[in-house]
C-alpha cells in the first residue's frame, strides 16, 4: 500500500516530535519535555518508573534534573508506522552519553517505543517507553546496537 502524503506528513511530524524529546531532555527542560505529551500522557521511564499525566511528567522530570546529572541522548528511528489517521507508532533505539564523558556508556543503551495522537493542539505523545536494551546473553546484540549509535554522537 503506497503512503498518502498526509501519511507521510504525519509520519514526519511524529518523528520530529521523538527529535524534540531527546532535546528537551538533553537541554534539562522538564517543561519543554513534558509540553510534548497529550494531557493524560504517560511515560514508563528507563528504571521502570511510571508517570502519568503531564503535571507528574513535569514533576518527576524537575526532580530528576535538579538531583542528578544526567547524561545526553543520541537516537535513530528504525520505524514510524501510522495505527490509524490520528495515531502513529514509532520505535526507535538510543544511547546515553554520561554527563561530564565523550563517549557511550553501552549499559545504558534503550529499545524506545512512543505512540503519537493528532488532536486539536497538533501531534503530541500518549505514551512513551524507554527500556534498557539488555540483550541477556547476546553480548554481540548489544555490541551492534552501541557500534550503530557511536555514529550519532
Known sequence: MNATSSDLASQAAVSAL????????????????????????????FDGSIMDGRSEIEGELSRIFADHETGRYVGKIRSVRLLSADTVLL??????????????NPALNTI????????KAG??????????????????????LTEELRWLQ
Open 18 to 45: 521523538y527529535q524534540d524529546l531527546l532535546a528537551a531532555w538533553n537541554k534539562h527542560s522538564a517543561s519543554e519535555y513534558a509540553e510534548l505529551f497529550d494531557e493524560n500522557g504517560s511515560v514508563v521511564g
Open 91 to 104: 520505535h526507535a533505539v538510543a544511547g546515553v552519553i554520561p554527563a561530564g564523558q565523550k563517549e557511550l
Open 112 to 119: 524506545q517505543s512512543l505512540v503519537a495522537v493528532q488532536g
Open 123 to 144: 501531534w503530541r505523545i500518549a505514551h512513551y517507553h524507554n527500556t534498557p536494551a539488555q540483550f541477556h546473553g547476546r553480548p554481540e546484540l548489544s555490541d551492534a
